[in-house]
């Protein structure tokens, strides 16, 4: 069975702080996604990174995947009330009865104060 | 392009009831699958459908929970007897096809209240 240790469980910030999410698994994954999720809707589809040592930014979020595909990052840049919700990691499995699954890590609820 | 849809949004039953969740995938995608999401912790997949068939069940407590998607489109998951730790939100993603590039799509959830 694949695990994601997901971190910080909980963020409580001011606006323009900086922060850091991690995903930290024992596992190989194929790819790693991130998904921010509000009350009450389903998970949205922020970024997949695909190779070792990949770099994506969305305008102030940079999500780093790991060398080894093992292990993930999202920083947020001079966060805003707006980036309020719950963030998700996911690994996407790469082989054998894993193939294409998707594995969550346990979330981290962020919030940020005006 | 329509969502995923889900119903009912809210369910609140007593233990050892019955209930059913609905869900309609985005027209087209031949994979849906049923997730459960505890508070505080992330979506678990219970059961994956390619079209009409079962892909993984692996985590479906099969002596309680049922799923079907008869005619490879939209598909209820059930529960009976319901307990206490199934209160949950009832996830529904669909995507394309299966497989690791191919993103799913999520509805919005049921939530579950188990008295």
Do not use: M
């Given at each position: 069975?694949?695990?994601?240790?997901?971190?910080?469980?909980?963020?409580?910030?001011?606006?323009?702080?900086?922060?850091?999410?991690y995903c930290n698994s024992s596992s190989v994954f194929s790819s790693l996604q991130w998904?921010?999720?509000?009350?009450?809707?389903?998970?949205?589809?922020?970024?997949?990174?695909?190779?070792?040592?990949?770099?994506?930014?969305?305008?102030r979020l940079t999500f780093q995947f790991g060398d080894a595909r093992k292990d993930s990052?999202?920083?947020?840049?001079?966060?805003?009330?707006?980036?309020?919700?719950?963030?998700?990691?996911?690994?996407?499995?790469?082989?054998?009865?894993?193939y294409g699954k998707l594995t969550f890590g346990q979330g981290t609820i962020l919030t940020?104060?005006? | 392009?329509?969502?995923?849809?889900?119903?009912?949004?809210?369910?609140?039953?007593?233990?050892?009831?019955?209930?059913?969740?609905?869900?309609?995938?985005?027209?087209?995608?031949?994979?849906?699958?049923?997730?459960?999401?505890?508070?505080?912790?992330?979506?678990?997949?219970?059961?994956?459908?390619?079209?009409?068939?079962?892909?993984?069940?692996?985590?479906?407590?099969?002596?309680?929970?049922?799923?079907?998607?008869?005619?490879?489109?939209?598909?209820?998951?059930?529960?009976?007897?319901?307990?206490?730790?199934?209160?949950?939100?009832?996830?529904?993603?669909?995507?394309?096809?299966?497989?690791?590039?191919?993103?799913?799509?999520?509805?919005?959830?049921?939530?579950?209240?188990?008295?």
């Amino acid at each position: 069975t694949q695990l994601l240790e997901q971190s910080p469980q909980f963020l409580s910030i001011q606006e323009g702080e900086n922060l850091t999410v991690y995903c930290n698994s024992s596992s190989v994954f194929s790819s790693l996604q991130w998904y921010r999720q509000e009350p009450g809707e389903g998970p949205v589809l922020l970024v997949t990174v695909v190779t070792g040592g990949e770099v994506k930014k969305l305008k102030r979020l940079t999500f780093q995947f790991g060398d080894a595909r093992k292990d993930s990052s999202l920083h947020i840049t001079a966060a805003q009330p707006g980036d309020t919700g719950l963030y998700l990691c996911a690994g996407v499995g790469a082989g054998g009865t894993s193939y294409g699954k998707l594995t969550f890590g346990q979330g981290t609820i962020l919030t940020v104060h005006p | 392009e329509a969502g995923v849809a889900q119903s009912p949004r809210y369910k609140i039953i007593e233990k050892r009831q019955s209930v059913a969740f609905w869900c309609n995938p985005i027209s087209g995608h031949a994979t849906l699958y049923w997730y459960q999401q505890i508070l505080g912790q992330g979506p678990k997949l219970l059961i994956q459908f390619q079209n009409n068939g079962v892909v993984d069940d692996s985590q479906l407590p099969k002596d309680r929970f049922s799923a079907e998607r008869l005619k490879g489109v939209d598909s209820t998951l059930k529960i009976q007897p319901a307990k206490l730790e199934d209160s949950a939100v009832y996830l529904c993603a669909s995507s394309l096809l299966a497989g690791p590039y191919n993103e799913q799509f999520f509805g919005p959830g049921t939530r579950l209240t188990v008295l």
